[in-house]
């Protein structure tokens, strides 16, 4: 299931990419959707890397990447600005699964 959610995470990810390159309404929305889209291929690449072995922190790094990216991309799209406030979840969970893993890593 991991991987699955991960490949759909890169695909979105990608997409997402592309729109701010060619579609996006401004160069705020292009900036929104880089960023996102940057973030959220990263660290679907990264759970696929590490699942095998840190199954918890892969799930951390996509959930985070979902929250990040997609606040991201509903403000470029037109949402309300207050997601903005949201977006710092997603990178919170980011650091968490990061760290996580990294003591995943250390102890083994």
Excluded at 32 to 56: D, F
Aim: cysteine-free; aromatic content about 12%; proline content about 4%.
């Amino acid at each position: 299931m991991i991987g699955f959610l991960a490949a759909l995470s890169g695909a979105l990810a990608v997409a997402a990419g592309a729109f701010g390159a060619h579609g996006a309404s401004s160069p705020q929305a292009a900036d929104w959707l880089r960023t996102g889209g940057l973030y959220q291929l990263i660290h679907a690449v990264a759970a696929i890397a590490i699942m095998g072995v840190a199954r918890g922190p892969a799930m951390l790094l996509l959930a985070g990447g979902a929250i990040f990216g997609l606040t991201l991309y509903a403000m470029a799209l037109g949402g309300p600005r207050w997601l903005g406030a949201v977006t710092p979840i997603g990178g919170s969970l980011l650091i968490v699964g990061w760290l996580w893993a990294g003591w995943i890593y250390w102890r083994s």
